[in-house]
């Protein structure tokens, strides 16, 4: 094999070799300073990635607490005792606060209030718990029991025509409410009205 033959063949394994590197560079997508390009925006992904998870379960711990302390049975053993004479203290210490407010449907001052913002009140005021603001939702949230395992503290509720009305438990059969035509005032449990309009009680503090 002579020199021409020998520089030929140098020359095509050079270019055969070079295409094939540049075509495995463009491949792998490197860049011009030798930074894998697919690596970098995969790294970058994976970063957006882990910020949008921690965002979502800080979301969802937020939620959850949030959903916890209002909906579900509420741990009050760090808030308040869990002595029923000293709960009921609490409750008529509220009452003589709000004693002879009228009733006002939606009202949430002492210029008037409703049923369920007079609940929703006392027990944030009191307890430091939030509530929800209609008497439905009230009635959905706690443990239901029955009206012979009334205690200090547990909600009453009534079916007053096509709405529903809600009270608090206090002691010796009589609940404290905001009522239509007494405003906030104390009623007795056994009141005929009552008897007949009683739905159900839920127990809110454990």
Same mark, same amino acid.
């Given at each position: 094999?002579?020199?021409?033959?020998?520089?030929?063949?140098?020359?095509?394994?050079?270019? $055969? =070799?070079?295409?094939?590197?540049?075509?495995? /560079?463009?491949?792998?997508?490197?860049?011009?300073?030798?930074?894998?390009?697919? $690596?970098?925006?995969?790294?970058?992904?994976?970063?957006?990635?882990?910020?949008?998870?921690?965002?979502?379960? +800080?979301?969802?711990?937020?939620?959850?607490?949030?959903?916890?302390? =209002? $909906?579900?049975?509420?741990? #009050?053993?760090?808030?308040?005792? %869990?002595?029923?004479?000293?709960?009921?203290?609490?409750? +008529?210490?509220?009452?003589?606060?709000?004693?002879?407010? !009228?009733?006002?449907?939606?009202?949430?001052? !002492?210029?008037?209030?409703?049923?369920?913002?007079?609940?929703?009140?006392?027990?944030?005021?009191? $307890?430091?718990?939030?509530?929800?603001?209609?008497?439905?939702?009230?009635? /959905?949230?706690? !443990? /239901? @029991?029955?009206?012979?395992?009334?205690?200090?503290?547990?909600?009453?509720?009534?079916?007053?025509?096509? %709405?529903?009305?809600?009270? @608090?438990?206090? /002691?010796?059969?009589? #609940?404290?409410?905001?009522?239509?035509?007494?405003?906030?005032?104390?009623?007795?449990?056994?009141? %005929?009205?009552?008897?007949?309009?009683?739905?159900?009680?839920?127990? @809110?503090?454990?």
């Amino acid at each position: 094999m002579n020199f021409k033959h020998l520089l030929l063949i140098s020359m095509f394994i050079y270019l $055969f =070799t070079g295409c094939s590197y540049k075509n495995m /560079e463009e491949n792998l997508g490197m860049s011009d300073d030798g930074v894998n390009s697919t $690596f970098r925006s995969a790294s970058l992904e994976k970063t957006i990635k882990q910020k949008d998870s921690k965002y979502k379960k +800080y979301r969802k711990d937020k939620n959850t607490q949030a959903k916890n302390k =209002t $909906f579900d049975d509420y741990d #009050f053993q760090t808030n308040i005792t %869990s002595n029923k004479n000293s709960l009921n203290d609490e409750l +008529y210490d509220f009452y003589t606060q709000w004693e002879g407010v !009228k009733y006002k449907l939606g009202g949430e001052s !002492k210029s008037g209030i409703d049923c369920s913002a007079f609940i929703r009140k006392a027990f944030e005021e009191k $307890f430091d718990l939030e509530m929800p603001r209609t008497t439905t939702l009230q009635s /959905e949230i706690g !443990k /239901e @029991i029955s009206k012979d395992e009334l205690e200090v503290g547990d909600l009453v509720f009534f079916h007053t025509g096509r %709405s529903k009305h809600v009270g @608090i438990y206090i /002691e010796n059969g009589k #609940f404290m409410h905001a009522s239509t035509k007494s405003g906030v005032t104390i009623s007795d449990l056994d009141n %005929s009205y009552f008897t007949k309009n009683y739905w159900k009680a839920q127990r @809110i503090i454990n």
